[in-house]
């Protein structure tokens, strides 16, 4: 990007008026400094919207296009805005809400993110759902038939079925919070005025902790016990939690007993959950208890398609028959491969064909076979705030270091099977202690800080993805 092509000629203002003609002006600049794959793959899509003085509203598919343009386009997009709408110019971007996509902010000079309006006002409880979890985006398929059915007889009819609670469990990357997510969408939609709560079991131990230090449990405990429909993911982070246990034990009486629906995903069945209240699983085992199996070979070819569109790109048959039969694991791990498939054939302007195709499959299969280590994620996390990784082993006190190091100790301890003191070695010898600080502190921060769980949460789909 350091040889720009755009060269500095008078744009017509009388054009400022129309959206479409400086979305065009800007397309034509654009071209002139992208390859001819990398501009029908990421700015052909796009849509203007609006023109609001200096500021160009133009309408994107998803989130993964505002992530993708800003940290390989961005230069290019600034010059571009600066030269149609002068120095003053704004872009902003707005996703489809046809697409149903979170959004991703970002911290830039001249760029703003902002959502089309949602038509229709439900009411003002916050749900925490993702609108980008829907039935009409879950691919039905053998392996998950029961559950899927399950959850579609609950949004119809809320805490009146037999389904109560639903417990959905199975491996990382099969669609768990995809479906119980789904639930809550669609129970919303047909119900607005219900109260629904999606929550992790880590965010709501964290808030149960919180409460304690602050003498507000009782306030917590009546939120909960007045919500319609809970949604508790990853209930397996309760086990060892005697006290947040027994709080959930009372909440869960409540809601039962009120005909209220709880909705719980787990990745291992009741009876295997080692180190939760014999009472509480008795519980989950009154309702349905349905796994999810990972997809067949014909629903992971549905998956694959259902994800290239969303992506807009097209596969052919050969393509999709080859990431299909060599990635089998998960449905998370089939829509890395096509986002990195995308990634390489952009990056490198090649089109996606049956090499690049099998490059890819190898690379993730390689990555699958070799354990997730504390020195790849310190500097992922290290590129990520633009760190010195020699600096998170120091003992540096700056905000940004602090920050970086707490968050790849984080993960350290997610994702490695690393001891706490094996952790705190790898960062200038520290004790345990401070692992076990840096791990809840940013468990706090993250459940309070919509934006800096994204970046965590991008930051493990790169290390889990291998992208």
Known sequence: MDNLKIKLKNTTRNNTLDPNKIWKECLKL?????????????????KPYQLDNKTLKILVPNNFFI???????????NKTIHQTLGSEGKLVYIINEEEKEDLQLFDSP???????PIETETNNFESNLSPRYTFDNFIKGEANQLARAAAIAISDNPGKTSFNPLFIYGGVGLGKTHLIQAIGNDILKKYPQKKIIYISA??????????IQSNTVGDFSSFYNKVDVLILDDIQFLTGREKTQDLFFHIFNNLHQSSKQIILSSDRPPKDLKGMND??????????????????FETRIAILKNKSNSLGISLSNDILDYIAYNITSNIRELEGCLIKLLANSSLNSKEIDLELVRRTVQEISTRRETNISI???????????DVD??????KNRKKEVVLARQIAMYLSKKLTK???KTIGLHFGGRDHSTVIHAFNNIEKLTSEDTSLNDVVRKLRNKLELGI
């Open 279 to 296: 009472r509480l699983i008795s519980r989950f085992q009154w309702g349905l208890t349905a796994d999810v199996q990972p997809p067949d």
């Open 202 to 211: 880590d965010i709501f131990t964290t808030q149960f902790v919180e409460a």
């Open 67 to 77: 992530e993708w343009i800003e940290e390989h386009y961005n230069t290019l997009i």
């Open 389 to 394: 990784e020699n600096k998170v082993r120091e």
């Open 110 to 116: 001249i760029i703003e993110i902002e959502k089309k």
């Open 418 to 420: 690393s001891s706490l």
């Open 30 to 46: 654009i071209k002139q400094n992208v390859s001819n794959i990398t501009y029908n793959t990421w700015f052909l899509p796009i």
């Open 375 to 385: 020195d790849s994620i310190t500097k992922v996390v290290c590129d990520e705030f």
